[in-house]
């Protein structure tokens, strides 16, 4: 069956970075793309940016821009978000998300808390 | 603030149906046929219900159903049932800058 297996949870300081890393199982990851969606606690969903596992092209939302990259590594079916100079509003749960269907996500990662604290 | 329009709540007797409207404007709902709907329960990731406004993916119940009318999309449940009881989020395309927007979320009750 198809999984997306996230790395484990973070604690950052305001300032600094962190990568998340995405491991797909049970498709052949360079069908699809895979997006990132966060959640910061209690509050709704937010698309954060996209990346073609086929071409590696990315499409990051206009808030993210020059502190967002987002990668693959196709040989370990492995997706990686790395967001930068992290503040106290970023404190979400990112979900990397992907499947079949244009601009929808069928399959989801369990998820990984990001805290920023100082 | 979400780019969507969602009522924050909605409530309904078990065997009722409801209906969680879902507000953009002609650059996201009302220009693309790609709204999704998810649900989530409390401490799980979304499930995708409805994509491509009226679809259903493989073993979601026929009881959810979708719709859209110019810049509003609309997600139905029939028959409720106790299990419905979760957040329901909308999603549209809304161009090449923004691939996708989601809702505020909609908490469906089940009284």
């Known amino acids: 069956q198809v999984q997306l297996v996230q790395s484990g949870a973070e604690v950052k300081k305001p300032g600094a970075s962190v990568k998340v890393s995405c491991k797909a199982s049970g498709y052949t990851f360079t069908n699809y793309g895979i997006s990132w969606v966060r959640q910061a606690p209690g509050q709704g969903l937010e698309w954060v940016g996209w990346i073609s596992t086929y071409t590696g092209v990315t499409n990051y939302a206009q808030k993210f821009q020059g502190r967002l990259t987002m990668t693959t590594d196709t040989s370990t079916s492995t997706a990686f978000m790395e967001l930068r100079s992290l503040r106290s509003d970023d404190t979400a749960v990112f979900y990397c998300v992907s499947g079949p269907w244009v601009h929808s996500f069928d399959y989801w990662g369990q998820g990984t808390l990001v805290t920023i604290s100082s | 603030q979400s780019a969507l329009t969602q009522p924050p709540s909605a409530s309904g007797s078990p065997g009722q149906s409801v209906t969680i409207a879902c507000t953009g404007t002609?650059?996201?709902?009302?220009?693309?046929?790609?709204v999704s709907w998810y649900q989530q329960y409390p401490g799980r990731a979304p499930k995708l219900m409805i994509y491509?406004?009226?679809k259903r993916p493989s073993g979601v119940p026929d009881r959810f159903s979708g719709s859209k009318s110019g810049n509003t999309a609309s997600l139905t449940v029939s028959g409720l049932q106790a299990e419905d009881e979760a957040d329901y989020f909308c999603s549209s395309h809304a161009g090449s800058n923004n691939f996708v927007v989601f809702g505020g979320g909609t908490r469906l009750t089940v009284l």
């Open positions: 002609s650059s996201d709902v009302g220009g693309y046929n790609y």
């Open positions: 491509e406004v009226t």
